[in-house]
């Protein structure tokens, strides 16, 4: 490898790569970008950005993959890094690059493979988060670990606040990993320990289950899904409710059913028995908007003694 700075190419899908595209600038190491052939308003703003500073970038198409490899080659790109890139890549991309083709994920590997890390780890309220880069093999997210560096997740962060946490950490984060490739310093490890997954979450997966669930399994579903999946989920007069948050809270369950309205009113607002006690519901969203517990029950005649939908 010669002294001159390294070339990378990004792949991306997201604005949470910005960062780390900034970074990447500031040091004249970024050779290009491709994109997923998704289109949606976060890809629209990673692109719109791209346009703005004039970088090089492609859409990557499923059925022609020799034209990113094509590309890769005429940018003269000596690495390449993944980061919210959602494609399987065929061997002809992953060989196309001197020193390798690596994947940034949002989770310490092999716990959490898969496209939602963040997500689980609320989800399952981890005490930390972590950034790991591995190399990437034909098999998502197995390959030997290259760097890894725990991240902080606070016990009330939100999908997109921890995403934001990540996406600030993660450039800094691929700054050390740049110059340790260029020293040629980086040691490989193979991923050892429990495989956990993490996948998109389902329609399931997202509905809050009364009788089954504790309060604080409960109020960290619905920071997991606040607000990509309008947080947790659950029936009530044949409609959908989405809790964005919610407080596990002290309150006597008089013996009711789980899932059953305890108290309705000031200054406790909206509470529901749970598994093992009581939960209050802070932020409530639906079609009709976004409200408090409070002025959800008092809008809709939420009423103490209500049973909400159970499985």
């Known amino acids: ?22 970074k990447l600038l500031g040091i004249n190491q970024l050779a290009g970008v491709v994109l997923t052939e998704r289109v949606d308003e976060d890809a629209m703003q990673l692109q719109q ?8 970038n492609i859409r990557y198409q499923t059925g022609k993959p020799e034209n990113t490899v094509h590309q890769i080659e005429a940018w003269q790109a000596d690495a390449g890094l993944i980061f919210t890139f959602s494609h399987k890549l065929p061997a002809s991309i992953i060989d196309a690059f001197e020193l390798g083709l690596f994947n940034l994920h949002a989770s310490n590997l092999p716990k959490y493979q898969g496209a939602m890390p963040l997500y689980w780890q609320i989800r399952n309220r981890e005490t930390k988060g972590c950034l790991s880069i591995i190399k ?45 490739l260029q020293q040629q310093t980086l040691v490989a490890t193979g991923q050892t320990g429990e495989v ?4 998109m979450p389902s329609q ?18 619905a920071r997991a899904g606040n607000p990509s999946f309008n947080g947790a989920l659950f029936g009530w007069q044949s409609s959908l409710i989405g809790l964005l948050q919610a407080t596990p809270v002290k309150h006597p369950s008089y013996g009711v059913p789980a899932g059953t ?12 028995a749970t598994l093992d006690g009581a939960l ?16 959800f029950a008092e809008r809709f005649g939420l009423d103490a003694g209500v049973q909400l939908d159970v499985d």
Do not use: Y
């Open 49 to 56: 950005q791209l346009n703005q500073f004039n970088i090089p």
């Open 136 to 180: 990437v093999e034909e098999k998502f997210d197995c390959g030997d670990i290259m760097l890894q560096q725990n991240i902080p997740l606070h016990p009330l962060d939100t999908l997109n606040s921890f995403a934001n946490v990540m996406a600030e950490q993660s450039a800094d984060f691929a700054l050390g990993f740049i110059e340790k």
């Open 204 to 221: 399931q997966d997202l509905m809050v289950s009364w009788q089954t669930m504790s309060s604080e399994a409960i109020a960290a579903q």
């Open 280 to 295: 209050r519901l802070d932020v409530l969203t639906m079609t009709e908007g976004v409200f408090s517990g409070l002025a």
């Open 1 to 22: 490898m010669s002294n001159q700075p390294l070339k990378l190419v990004l792949f991306a899908a997201s604005s949470i790569v910005i960062p780390t595209l900034n």
């Open 261 to 272: 309205v305890l108290h309705v009113g000031e200054p406790e607002g909206v509470i529901v």
């Open 196 to 199: 956990t997954k993490a996948p």
